[in-house]
C-alpha cells in the first residue's frame, strides 16, 4: 500500500485520536527508516524513546522469533525463563530488589501508586493516600495516570479522575512543603520532564526531595519510563542524581519496540504488593521478555559511556549551528530538548522530516531528540548536516 492508501483506511477505521506526521513508515535498518514512497530518513525518535536497539536488529528479531517458536505466551500462572533471567539481571544493575512487569508505562506507574498507597495502607491505615507530583510532568493515559500528570489540560473530559493527587512547582522545595500533609504517602516525579519539554530537574532539589521522604516516610516515586534503560547514558537516570528511589517505574526502551514496562522495588517495598494483590495477563511474556533480554545485555558500561558522549556530539554539533532557530539545548544522554524561537516547534519538526531528518516535540516549544542508542556517528553527523540546512545560520 502507498502512503494514500494507508491513510485511507485510517481515516475510514481507526479512531483519530493522533496528530499524526504526513508519512507511512514502511521499514528501517539502524537510525534509518524508509516510508512507503521510497524517501529515506535519519530517525531522531526511536518512535518516542523506544527501539533503543534501531531497527531490524539481528540478535534481537532473533531472540523473538526463537522465543516465539518455544512459547509465545503462556500467562504468570507459569513461570517461564526469560522474565526470570530478565529479572535478575534489570535488579541488581538498577540497585533495587524485586521487579514486577507489565505492558506500558502507564501500567507501570498505576503499580508504582498501587505500591505507595498499600504501603502507607499497612503501615498507618486509611487515609494517608496522596501523591505529590510535579506541575508539567507527564505519567501516562489511564484515569488514574492522567490525574498523576500535572498539567491542567489533561484534567478536562473524563470525569470523576482518582482523587489523591497534588502537584508542586519542580525545583522548588517551598512549592513542596506548602503541599505536605498528614494524608501523603509519596512524592512521584521524572528526573527529566520528558513530555513536558525535556526539563532536567535540579540535581539538589532531587536530592532534597529524597531526603523530606525520608524525614517522613512518603515513598520515593520515580517515573524512568522515558529516562530508563540506557536513555541518558547510565542505566537509569537516578544512578547520575545521587538518590535510590523506593519505587522506579520503566517502560519504552525495555524490550526495544516490543510492549513492555514494569516497576521495581527497593527492600521496604518488596512485600508490600503480595499474591492477588497486583498482576496482568501479558505481564512478563516470554518474547517480550527475550527481546528485553537482548536490550539489557547490549547495555554494558561501555555501551552506556558511549550513549553520553553521541549525547554530547549531538548536543555540541546543534550548538556549532548558530541557529537563529536555537533558544537553548538541554537533557543528558541521547534525551535531548531543543528551544525553539521565531518559528512553532511543530513547524521546525515538519521542515526537517521534509529535509529527511525525524524528531519529536515535547511542551509548548520544545524540539525533542530521542535517537536509538545504537545511532552511528555517521548517522549522527547526516542528521546534524540535515540541521545545519534546514536550522543552520
Ligand atoms: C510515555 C510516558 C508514560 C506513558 O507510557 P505509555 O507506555 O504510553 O503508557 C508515562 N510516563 C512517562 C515519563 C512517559 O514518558
Redesign the pocket.
Known amino acids: 500500500m502507498n502512503f494514500a492508501e494507508i491513510k485511507a483506511l485510517d481515516e475510514a477505521y481507526v479512531l483519530q485520536t493522533y496528530g499524526r506526521n504526513q508519512v507511512a513508515i514502511d521499514h528501517g535498518r539502524g537510525a534509518t527508516l524508509w516510508d512507503t514512497e521510497g524517501k529515506a530518513y535519519i530517525d531522531f525518535t526511536s518512535g518516542?524513546?523506544v527501539c533503543s536497539l534501531g531497527y531490524a536488529n539481528e540478535a534481537w528479531a532473533k531472540a523473538i522469533y526463537d522465543q516465539a517458536m518455544k512459547v509465545g505466551h503462556i500467562s504468570n500462572l507459569f513461570y517461564t525463563e526469560p522474565y526470570a533471567r530478565l529479572a535478575s539481571k534489570l535488579a541488581p544493575a538498577a540497585g533495587m530488589a524485586a521487579v514486577f512487569f507489565g505492558n506500558?508505562?502507564?501500567?507501570?506507574?498505576e503499580g508504582m501508586i498501587k505500591t505507595a498507597r498499600k504501603y502507607s495502607y499497612d503501615k498507618y491505615g486509611q487515609g494517608r493516600s496522596a501523591i505529590i507530583t510535579l506541575r508539567n510532568?507527564?505519567?501516562?493515559?489511564t484515569i488514574t495516570?492522567l490525574k498523576a500528570t500535572g498539567q491542567d489540560h489533561f484534567h478536562d473530559f473524563f470525569f470523576p479522575f482518582t482523587e489523591g493527587f497534588r502537584y508542586a512547582e519542580a525545583n522548588s522545595m517551598e512549592s513542596l512543603e506548602a503541599q505536605a500533609g498528614d494524608d501523603v504517602c509519596a512524592v512521584m516525579l521524572?528526573l527529566i520532564q520528558?513530555?513536558g519539554g525535556v526539563n532536567p530537574l535540579e540535581r539538589d532539589y532531587v536530592q532534597a526531595v529524597a531526603e523530606l521522604c525520608a524525614q517522613r516516610d512518603w515513598l520515593l516515586l520515580v517515573?524512568?519510563?522515558?529516562?530508563g534503560v540506557g536513555r541518558t547514558g547510565t542505566l537509569f537516570a537516578y544512578q547520575q542524581f545521587g538518590v535510590k528511589p523506593d519505587v522506579v517505574?520503566f517502560?519504552?526502551g525495555i524490550a526495544g519496540g516490543l510492549p513492555f514496562?514494569g516497576f521495581m522495588t527497593n527492600e521496604k517495598c518488596r512485600r508490600v504488593l503480595g499474591s492477588g494483590d497486583h498482576g496482568s495477563t501479558f505481564g512478563g511474556n516470554p518474547m517480550a521478555a527475550a527481546a528485553g533480554n537482548v536490550v539489557l545485555d547490549t547495555m554494558t558500561p561501555a555501551f552506556l559511556e558511549q550513549v553520553a558522549e553521541k549525547g554530547r556530539r549531538l548536543r555540541e554539533g546543534i550548538a556549532a549551528l548558530k541557529s537563529p532557530y536555537v533558544s537553548g539545548i538541554r537533557g543528558m544522554g541521547l534525551m535531548i530538548g531543543v528551544g525553539v524561537q521565531g518559528i512553532t516547534h511543530k513547524e521546525l519538526r515538519d521542515r526537517l522530516m521534509e529535509a529527511g531528518l525525524l524528531c519529536l516535540t515535547a511542551g509548548k516549544d520544545t524540539l525533542r531528540l530521542l535517537p536509538p542508542l545504537v545511532i552511528t556517528r555517521e548517522e549522527l553527523d547526516r542528521g546534524l548536516e540535515i540541521m545545519a540546512r534546514v536550522m543552520g545560520a
Open positions: 518516542i524513546g506500558s508505562g502507564a501500567e507501570a506507574n510532568s507527564f505519567h501516562g493515559r495516570t521524572e520528558g513530555e517515573d524512568e519510563v522515558q529516562t517505574s517502560a519504552k514496562g
